[in-house]
């Protein structure tokens, strides 16, 4: 284990070096710190909440509405607003996982102009390791659906560099369904569990 290489106070603070991490309490307020790498990775403050300030997590939605979508194959989903992306691990609607891990991932997803023509309607998370589709079978509707909105909630497994992304696969009828992208109906969002 490591010991104890150094400490130091100053302004109400003590500062307590383990081996090349920092822990840092503030006596005024009571805090506690943990560093590594120069970086606050942990914070509890005076009444016990725990912050972690590069535990990964993101949400993000769509910019726009994506219309008539292609049938016949998966369909990237595109998701070009960031409302948040701590450490930094979503870029072009791909979430890349930074360590191995269990991963809560989410999304809901507002689709307009279904086709009851079409066969079936899957979408879902993809990721490195595996697929977690939802199905709809849009001929049980009587009529073209104006709004419908789904949801995919996933524990996934997930080893550093594996991705995951959003698709939707129509099969059979016309390119019509369209995604809704504004005031947040539709979104992908994630975080690291365990």
């Not at 150094?6 to 710190?33: A, C, D, K, L």
């Not at 066969?119 to 849009?138: A, C, E, H, K, M």
Request: aromatic share 12%; proline share 2%.
């Amino acid at each position: 284990t490591d010991s104890t290489s150094g400490s130091g106070t100053g302004n109400g603070f003590e500062i307590i070096q383990i081996g090349v991490n920092n822990y840092m309490i503030n006596r005024e307020t009571g805090f506690i710190s943990l560093y590594t790498s120069n970086a606050e990775a942990l914070k509890i403050d005076s009444a016990g909440h725990v912050t972690k300030p590069k535990q990964p997590a993101f949400y993000a939605e769509t910019a726009s509405t994506q219309s008539n979508l292609a049938t016949g194959s998966a369909q990237t989903l595109a998701f070009g607003v960031e409302i948040f992306d701590q450490n930094a691990d979503f870029a072009s609607n791909t979430f890349t996982a930074p360590v191995s891990g269990r991963y809560f991932l989410h999304t809901t997803l507002r689709f307009e102009a279904i086709d009851t023509a079409a066969t079936y309607i899957l979408w879902g998370i993809v990721t490195s390791n595996r697929q977690f589709y939802s199905i709809l079978d849009p001929q049980r509707f009587s009529a073209d659906v104006n709004y419908y909105s789904v949801q995919q909630t996933v524990l996934a497994d997930m080893d550093a560099s594996d991705t995951a992304h959003v698709v939707y696969l129509q099969s059979g009828g016309t390119a019509q369904t369209d995604l809704q992208g504004a005031d947040g109906y539709s979104y992908f969002c994630g975080h690291l569990v365990a």
